[in-house]
T-cell receptor
Framework: GDSVTQMEGPVTLSEEAFLTINCTYT??????LFWYVQYPGEGLQLLLK?????DKGSNKGFEATYRKETTSFHLEKGSVQVSDSAVYFC??????????????FGKGTLLTVNP | NAGVTQTPKFQVLKTGQSMTLQCAQD?????MYWYRQDPGMGLRLIYY???????DKGEVPNGYNVSRLNKREFSLRLESAAPSQTSVYFC????????????FGQGTRLTVV
């Protein structure tokens, strides 16, 4: 079945450091890929998405590129801020057939950014 | 601009008690979902409703029932709560069952003692 594997963390960085959170996936067919962010005490919000190979999703300084050859969708940001402290989830929907009704999530990566 | 609203936000139940978690969305979405979030497990799908009038099991449906009351509302019922159901529950919605973007509520933190 579908699965998502991401860096488990926690990840602790200083403000203005470079961030990478690794995400790889297994899916039947051709998935759509997502990064969701969960700030403390809140629900999940979509951060960015990509629907086909080589697409780059970007938002709020975060980027991720859909790499079909390595089945990866790593999240990057050039300079993190304290306000980026949150839990980040990589997720997919499988568009190959009957499973595109659900999001399959990774376990989440807690990011803490210190001033 | 409420989005997805869940009630209650917190609940403590005794083993064997029942309760219903409520969810409503105001985005005219067709599809709605219930997930549970456990430490180190990510989010797992309990039940979903692809459209008004239909419901289907997800990955972890045992011990739960759902009702799609109308297009806006999708409730989750625990008939006889167990400590293993201690979790954070999230309701979500999307425009159609082919998920391109899902919108989540703020969650219900449930503790079963």
């Amino acid at each position: 079945g579908d699965s998502v594997t991401q860096m488990e963390g926690p990840v602790t960085l200083s403000e203005e450091a470079f961030l990478t959170i690794n995400c790889t996936y297994t899916a039947t067919g051709y998935p759509s890929l997502f990064w969701y962010v969960q700030y403390p005490g809140e629900g999940l919000q979509l951060l960015l998405k990509a629907t086909k190979a080589d697409d780059k999703g970007s938002n709020k300084g975060f980027e991720a590129t859909y790499r079909k050859e390595t089945t990866s969708f790593h999240l990057e940001k050039g300079s993190v801020q304290v306000s980026d402290s949150a839990v980040y989830f990589c997720a997919l929907t499988d568009n190959s057939g009957g499973s595109n009704y659900k999001l399959t999530f990774g376990k989440g990566t807690l990011l803490t950014v210190n001033p | 601009n409420a989005g997805v609203t869940q009630t209650p936000k917190f609940q403590v139940l005794k083993t064997g008690q029942s309760m219903t978690l409520q969810c409503a969305q105001d985005m005219n979405h067709n599809s709605m979902y219930w997930y549970r979030q456990d430490p180190g497990m990510g989010l797992r799908l309990i039940y979903y409703s692809a459209s008004e009038g239909t419901t289907d099991k997800g990955e972890v449906p045992n011990g739960y029932n759902v009702s799609r009351l109308n297009k806006r509302e999708f409730s989750l019922r625990l008939e006889s709560a167990a400590p293993s159901q201690t979790s954070v529950y999230f309701c979500a919605s999307s425009e159609t069952y082919r998920v391109t973007e899902a919108f989540f509520g703020q969650g219900t933190r449930l503790t079963v003692v």
